[in-house]
């Protein structure tokens, strides 16, 4: 190939190179201004309901033995409806702090005539109630070609259990998962799910200090300020 030509040909192909480059850097700087012109109100409020469940019926004994039933509970009945609040600060729209309040469906918890809480308090049930304030660091992704991000979050908790036995509140560490989409730059749904670790003690009553596993399942409807 004569050497004009092949000059001719490498201008060409830098030509064509620095075309491209420069139509894939407007792109992306026009994708990334999109999604930055829509998520330009980073602080959200918003309302949650769902479904949620505790989980007492793990102290259940599966034994009929005499001295499980002294001090374990006969049954359980629990879940149900659940509400809370949140508010959240969406730093950039891959990441975000979101505080939350959830209060999830009472408990009714019941025991044996023969049982230990029964003799102390001359009841054979009480009903107990949950709560959780929480805060979590959320990590977002979009699905590829949609406009749907997909989360996961890691956070803390205090998880308040009130009843007859028991008023205390106690940190322990929460999760969730789930996917969000913004109908407006201003609305925003989601669905999502939770759980939240519990903790207990072994004694011979160990509904005294039982904190429930907190697990749900959530719609949320934000807006966006």
């Not at 009903?127 to 991000?149: C, D, G």
């Amino acid at each position: 190939m004569p050497i004009i030509l092949r000059k001719q040909h490498c201008v060409r192909t830098l030509v064509i190179f620095i075309w491209l480059a420069l139509t894939s850097f407007a792109c992306a700087k026009h994708a990334m201004a999109s999604v930055s012109d829509k998520f330009k109100h980073p602080f959200y409020v918003g309302v949650t309901g769902g479904y949620g469940k505790t989980t007492w019926e793990g102290l259940v004994s599966k034994s009929e033995s005499a001295a499980l039933l002294l001090s374990s509970p006969m049954y359980v009945n629990e879940g149900g409806a659940l509400w809370g609040l949140f508010a959240g600060y969406e730093f950039f729209p891959y990441f975000a702090l979101e505080a939350a309040y959830m209060r999830y469906p009472n408990a009714r918890v019941m025991f044996d005539s023969s049982s230990l809480y029964t003799f102390e308090s001359g009841n054979t049930e009480f009903t107990t109630k949950t709560e959780t304030v929480s805060l979590l660091a959320k990590l977002m992704i979009f699905i590829p070609t949609t406009e749907i991000r997909v989360y996961s979050g890691l956070g803390v908790a205090e998880v308040h259990r009130s009843d007859s036995l028991n008023t205390h509140w106690t940190g322990r560490p929460t999760f969730g998962a789930g996917a969000n989409y913004l109908f407006t730059d201003r609305v925003m749904g989601e669905l999502g799910g939770s759980y939240t670790a519990g903790n207990g003690e072994v004694q011979l009553n160990p509904s005294q200090s039982y904190f429930p596993f907190l697990y749900s399942v959530f719609l949320r409807v934000a807006y966006r300020f």
